[in-house]
């Protein structure tokens, strides 16, 4: 009977009324949402003018931390009545719409532009830093898809990629709320140091600029660290750093890939089968919009739009992560995942120095 109750609900939901009364019961949930998005939204911008408005040195903290202390405060003091859940659990759907239309940012033509040494040492960093963080997860014993959000968020581009990365990968929110968090930490610090270590150690204008390119994650910070040391550096940051950017599909993919093969233990008849039903598809649609910003199919406001629609679409995304995240369940990761983020950017960055630099002296960047 029971059975019998389940799939007529079921059928009745398909019918133009049933969807209506779906749809009615996500508005709730959806305002808020909206609601907690746009006052993280609201608090990185009030921030901002402030500061400039003092004359105040203070870190760009993006919407997207923001967004998720709210929810994170909301959810784990009064909790989230039962009208909103449904309406919240849709962020996952903005998680993948924001990752299609951000491949509208990232054109894979401005790789060309950087120049061949300067291409070696974007692969050569990125293929260590992912190969250390790797190492070091185990060390600390993180669970792997932990890991493998820190290792692509800190070789890659930051939170960006553990936003593509988290579905493909069907990582935790849990997991992902720590890598952003710890990223975004410690990407912070690095408009402080970075400046200094560069006039330090009389790094050249474009040496400083691929250096900040190659070693800071979010894109804000890379262009905010090499603007603070010149313009000419600020240019060549984000030339490298959208160079770094423009891997994030295929970087994903090789992840989706990794971990489809490991989703079931029984054998696979038909692997190739098997790995386009568990492989997500939204990054094929992230290369797809990639691949089409960079043939100009887009005017430039088409482009702003849909790069608009995107951080709309993450707005939605973190603030969803945030209301659905325990505290709880985060204080059962302890302290290693942040260690595990410190001690990899620390290395990162002293690795990206030292290859910049050598290449700088002897090859004459």
């Not at 996500?26 to 746009?38: E, F, R």
């Not at 709309?312 to 059962?332: D, N, Q, Y």
């Given at each position: 009977?029971?059975?019998?109750?389940?799939?007529?609900?079921?059928?009745?939901?398909?019918?133009?009324?049933?969807?209506?009364?779906?749809?009615?019961?996500?508005?709730?949930?959806?305002?808020?949402?909206?609601?907690?998005?746009?006052?993280?939204?609201?608090?990185?911008?009030?921030?901002?003018?402030?500061?400039?408005?003092?004359?105040?040195?203070?870190?760009?903290?993006?919407?997207?931390?923001?967004?998720?202390?709210?929810?994170?405060?909301?959810?784990?003091?009064?909790?989230?009545?039962?009208?909103?859940?449904?309406?919240?659990?849709?962020?996952?759907?903005?998680?993948?719409?924001?990752?299609?239309?951000?491949?509208?940012?990232?054109?894979?033509?401005?790789?060309?532009?950087?120049?061949?040494?300067?291409?070696?040492?974007?692969?050569?960093?990125?293929?260590?830093?992912?190969?250390?963080?790797?190492?070091?997860?185990?060390?600390?014993?993180?669970?792997?898809?932990?890991?493998?959000?820190l290792a692509v968020g800190s070789s890659i581009c930051g939170v960006s990629a553990i936003i593509a990365a988290k579905p493909a990968i069907d990582a935790d929110d849990e997991d992902a709320s720590y890598a952003i968090a710890a990223i975004l930490a410690l990407g912070?610090?690095?408009?402080?140091?970075?400046?200094?270590?560069?006039?330090?150690?009389?790094?050249?204008?474009?040496?400083?600029?691929?250096?900040?390119?190659?070693?800071?994650?979010?894109?804000?910070?890379?262009?905010?660290?090499?603007?603070?040391?010149?313009?000419?550096?600020?240019?060549?940051?984000?030339?490298?750093?959208?160079?770094?950017?423009?891997?994030?599909?295929?970087?994903?993919?090789?992840?989706?890939?990794?971990?489809?093969?490991?989703?079931?233990?029984?054998?696979?008849?038909?692997?190739?089968?098997?790995?386009?039903?568990?492989?997500?598809?939204?990054?094929?649609?992230?290369?797809?919009?990639?691949?089409?910003?960079?043939?100009?199919?887009?005017?430039?406001?088409?482009?702003?739009?849909?790069?608009?629609?995107?951080?709309?679409?993450?707005?939605?995304?973190?603030?969803?992560?945030?209301?659905?995240?325990?505290?709880?369940?985060?204080?059962?990761?302890?302290?290693?995942?942040?260690?595990?983020?410190?001690?990899?950017?620390?290395?990162?960055?002293?690795?990206?120095?030292?290859?910049?630099?050598?290449?700088?002296?002897?090859?004459?960047?």
């Amino acid at each position: 009977m029971a059975s019998t109750n389940t799939a007529a609900r079921s059928r009745s939901l398909q019918t133009p009324i049933g969807l209506v009364q779906r749809f009615v019961a996500l508005i709730p949930g959806l305002l808020l949402l909206g609601a907690v998005g746009y006052a993280g939204k609201f608090i990185e911008q009030f921030i901002n003018i402030y500061t400039k408005t003092h004359h105040v040195t203070f870190p760009n903290i993006e919407y997207v931390l923001w967004a998720i202390v709210i929810g994170l405060i909301i959810a784990n003091t009064v909790g989230i009545p039962r009208i909103f859940q449904p309406g919240v659990a849709t962020y996952e759907f903005w998680l993948k719409a924001g990752i299609v239309l951000l491949g509208s940012r990232f054109l894979l033509g401005d790789v060309l532009h950087l120049g061949g040494i300067s291409l070696l040492l974007v692969a050569i960093a990125i293929t260590l830093s992912l190969t250390f963080m790797h190492i070091l997860g185990r060390a600390f014993k993180l669970k792997p898809k932990l890991t493998s959000l820190l290792a692509v968020g800190s070789s890659i581009c930051g939170v960006s990629a553990i936003i593509a990365a988290k579905p493909a990968i069907d990582a935790d929110d849990e997991d992902a709320s720590y890598a952003i968090a710890a990223i975004l930490a410690l990407g912070a610090v690095s408009l402080f140091t970075f400046p200094l270590i560069g006039h330090s150690l009389h790094l050249s204008d474009k040496a400083y600029g691929l250096w900040a390119g190659l070693a800071v994650d979010n894109t804000a910070e890379a262009t905010a660290a090499g603007a603070l040391y010149s313009d000419a550096a600020g240019k060549v940051a984000v030339l490298a750093k959208t160079t770094r950017n423009a891997l994030i599909g295929f970087i994903v993919l090789g992840y989706a890939l990794y971990w489809s093969s490991r989703g079931e233990a029984q054998a696979i008849g038909n692997k190739a089968v098997f790995l386009w039903r568990k492989f997500p598809k939204f990054v094929l649609g992230f290369l797809s919009i990639s691949l089409l910003a960079t043939l100009a199919f887009f005017t430039k406001p088409q482009l702003t739009s849909l790069a608009n629609l995107s951080r709309w679409a993450f707005l939605l995304t973190f603030a969803g992560v945030g209301l659905r995240t325990s505290l709880r369940e985060l204080g059962k990761q302890g302290w290693r995942p942040f260690a595990v983020g410190a001690i990899g950017e620390v290395f990162i960055a002293l690795l990206t120095l030292g290859l910049v630099y050598g290449a700088d002296q002897y090859l004459h960047l």
